[in-house]
């Protein structure tokens, strides 16, 4: 049967694993805020080529030169 770790152990080693799991959750935090931060840059990105996508449609005129029925 092993040897049941003193307190001091047990506290170390719990410590050890706080820090691990707090950095786990800072990384996981920052990864997050940088993909709102790109996603939202993507929404402004779609809004800003949707905008010059219908302003160029209005100035295209309504026919192409087709013949009508075309």
Do not use: C, Y
Not at 6 to 21: A, G, M, W
Not at 31 to 53: D, I, N, P, T
């Amino acid at each position: 049967m092993a040897k049941q770790a003193s307190d001091k152990t047990i506290i170390k080693n719990l410590s050890r694993e706080l820090r691990r799991e707090t950095e786990r959750a800072r990384t996981a935090f920052n990864a997050q805020a940088l993909l709102r931060e790109r996603a939202l840059a993507a929404e402004r990105e779609v809004v800003e080529w949707k905008r010059r996508f219908d302003a160029l449609l209005e100035r295209t005129p309504a026919h192409s030169g087709a013949p009508e029925g075309h």
